[in-house]
């Protein structure tokens, strides 16, 4: 191994993904190991790492694998030599701007569910603020407020 090889556990370190997600990720086809040691060993590429970084990145906006495995092809059609005709150049790049008006969605929608989960738990500090100025503790208004005997 020359160095521009990494293995697994330095790619789930560097990519903060587990092992077990990442060779779920070659089982499903969405980023295949570039080579493998003597010994079998899984081995990845930085090209590796940054397909690994944008399936990290797609997940929590809530795509599909299949919509990762889309857009990755566009990419790497893109990235190809040498470069697509120019027909289907402006095709592939159609399909990336789905992607991230698809993205820019999600993350308005992920703001908002922010905001509200912040407005909650603010809610519940001022009303243990409260509760601690008083020095009283509230009696348990339901069943499942009252402590079990």
């Not at 020359?2 to 789930?12: K, L, P, R, S």
């Not at 570039?34 to 809530?62: N, W």
């Amino acid at each position: 191994m020359d160095g521009t090889y990494m293995q697994i556990g330095e790619v789930a370190a560097r990519t903060e993904l587990s092992l077990r997600t990442i060779r779920h990720y070659e089982e499903t086809g969405l980023v295949i190991p570039s080579a493998r040691s003597q010994g079998g060993f899984r081995l990845y590429t930085e090209t590796d790492v940054a397909r690994l970084m944008v399936i990290r990145r797609m997940k929590p906006l809530g795509f599909t694998l299949d919509q990762m495995r889309d857009l990755l092809d566009a990419t790497d059609r893109l990235d190809a030599s040498p470069a697509p005709a120019d027909e289907e150049r402006e095709a592939l790049l159609a399909r990336v701007r789905r992607y991230e008006r698809t993205a820019a969605e999600q993350i308005d929608t992920l703001r908002t569910r922010l905001s509200r989960a912040e407005d909650f738990a603010q809610t519940l500090r001022a009303r243990l603020a409260r509760e601690a100025a008083t020095g009283r503790t509230p009696e348990p208004r339901t069943a499942l407020e009252r402590p079990t005997p």
